[in-house]
């Protein structure tokens, strides 16, 4: 499971430097708004790049696109693309985002039993738009922007 592996993997980066050329203050991105930090702290384990979240997030753009077409053929990419990582940001968002956390993994609830279903039910796209607004809901609560589709 990728979650016993990531225990094993060391932690490159815990805290993020912030002002390097002097008069402190938080690192700012192009806007000045404040830079997404680089890893979330996961308890018991390293902490989870960003980017891992983000990339499920660009995933679930296809995901959903995909949930409207044919929603018959969705149920394999979605359990080998973005579904691990959603759980991941679940539990990364839980300490201090519960509310996300339990949002997002109702929305995946409903929409992993649609994809099961044989035929998949006919709200099935519009469950994929919930779970990508559900993912994006939890990664903006993390300061963390969300990939536009």
Same mark, same amino acid.
Do not use: W
């Given at each position: 499971m990728?979650t016993?592996?990531? %225990?094993?993997?060391?932690? /490159?980066?815990?805290? $993020?430097? *912030?002002?390097c050329?002097? +008069?402190? #203050?938080?690192?700012?991105?192009?806007?000045?708004?404040?830079?997404?930090?680089?890893?979330?702290p996961?308890?018991?384990?390293?902490?989870?790049?960003?980017?891992?979240?983000?990339s499920?997030a660009?995933q679930?753009c296809g995901?959903?696109a995909?949930?409207?077409q044919?929603?018959?053929?969705?149920?394999?990419p979605f359990? %080998?693309?973005?579904?691990? /990582?959603l759980?991941? $940001?679940? *539990?990364v968002?839980?300490p +201090?985002? #519960?509310?996300q956390?339990?949002?997002?993994l109702?929305v995946?609830?409903?929409?992993?039993?649609?994809?099961?279903?044989?035929?998949?039910?006919?709200?099935?796209?519009?469950?994929?738009?919930?779970l990508?607004?559900?993912?994006?809901?939890?990664?903006?609560?993390?300061?963390?922007?969300?990939?536009?589709?």
């Amino acid at each position: 499971m990728k979650t016993v592996a990531r %225990a094993a993997v060391p932690v /490159a980066v815990m805290v $993020l430097v *912030a002002a390097c050329g002097g +008069g402190g #203050g938080s690192s700012r991105a192009a806007g000045g708004r404040p830079s997404p930090p680089a890893s979330l702290p996961l308890k018991g384990a390293a902490p989870v790049p960003t980017s891992e979240l983000t990339s499920a997030a660009a995933q679930m753009c296809g995901i959903v696109a995909q949930s409207h077409q044919s929603p018959g053929t969705v149920l394999q990419p979605f359990y %080998a693309g973005p579904h691990d /990582a959603l759980h991941l $940001l679940a *539990a990364v968002a839980a300490p +201090g985002h #519960g509310q996300q956390a339990q949002q997002l993994l109702n929305v995946m609830l409903s929409y992993e039993a649609d994809i099961a279903a044989h035929p998949p039910p006919p709200q099935t796209g519009t469950d994929a738009d919930a779970l990508l607004r559900a993912v994006d809901d939890t990664l903006t609560a993390l300061g963390v922007p969300a990939p536009a589709c």
